[in-house]
């Protein structure tokens, strides 16, 4: 596969592939709108950090992990639709270094880390979660 695909899901995300390919060919894609551009002079750690603190809430994933379905589930569920970056495995070790090496699925609310399935969990069953995308936008109401 090459070059960037989005799609939506059931839950209503967009899921945005990019290979690695497609980064060094500044291939870009769309988003609801928005440009998810990807410049191929960019480093990848530059172009990762850029896309956490672009998206209110951003998830790396891997294409069949069930903890990233389940992440993005619950995440709909609530009213939320993410923007998912699944990453092949030459890209996952550029997300990991960027992503503080919190390993797949990565998830960013407001440009702040929250980790995996069991940070967003935690989250939720504290009560935290809805606040906090109230905070960054990603929920009204």
């Known amino acids: 596969m090459q070059g960037v695909s989005c799609w939506p899901l059931a839950g209503g995300e967009v899921v945005a592939t990019a290979t690695a390919a497609a980064a ?3 291939v870009g894609g769309k988003r609801r709108g928005a440009a998810l551009s990807i410049d191929g002079a960019e480093p990848p750690e530059e172009r990762i950090e850029r896309l956490i603190m672009e998206n209110p809430v951003l998830i790396f994933s ?3 992990c069930c903890m990233c379905h ?3 589930s619950l995440l709909a569920t609530v009213g939320v639709h993410p923007t998912v970056i699944e ?3 030459a890209e996952e070790t550029a997300a990991a270094a960027s ?3 919190v390993g797949l699925p ?3 609310i407001g440009g702040a880390p929250v980790g995996g399935l069991e ?3 935690g989250l939720h069953l504290s009560g ?3 606040p906090r995308l109230r905070d960054v936008g990603a929920l009204w109401g």
């Open 87 to 89: 990453l092949e495995e």
């Open 99 to 101: 992503a503080a090496a």
């Open 119 to 121: 940070g967003l969990m």
């Open 70 to 72: 389940v992440m993005k």
């Open 128 to 130: 935290r979660l809805i």
């Open 106 to 108: 990565a998830l960013f």
């Open 62 to 64: 891997r294409r069949g």
């Open 24 to 26: 060094a060919a500044g």
